[in-house]
C-alpha cells in the first residue's frame, strides 16, 4: 500500500472502517476523495491529515468535557 492513491479497498484495509462508512462519508464529503465515474479514489496524504485532524478534534471535544465545559446536550 505504497500507493499514494487508493480504492475504497484499500482504505478500508488501511484505516480498518466498513466499507459503507467510508462510502458515506465520501458522499457526505466528509473524508477527503475523488470520484472518477462510478469509483472512489483517496490521496493517501489527505487521509493522513485527515485522521489526525480527527484526532486533534476528539482531543479539544475531550479536554472541553473534563473541564467542564463541553456540550453535553
Known amino acids: 500500500m ?7 479497498t484499500e482504505l478500508h484495509l488501511y484505516l480498518k472502517i ?3 462508512t467510508l462510502y ?13 465515474g462510478k469509483h472512489w479514489r483517496f490521496q493517501k496524504s ?4 485527515w485522521m489526525r485532524s ?3 478534534v476528539r482531543e479539544h471535544q475531550l479536554a472541553g468535557i473534563k473541564s467542564g ?3 453535553n446536550n
Open 24 to 36: 458515506a462519508l465520501a458522499q457526505q464529503g466528509r473524508i477527503p476523495a475523488a470520484k472518477i
Open 18 to 20: 466498513p466499507k459503507q
Open 46 to 49: 489527505s487521509i493522513d491529515r
Open 2 to 8: 505504497n500507493d499514494s492513491i487508493l480504492t475504497i
Open 54 to 56: 480527527q484526532h486533534r
Open 69 to 71: 465545559n463541553g456540550n
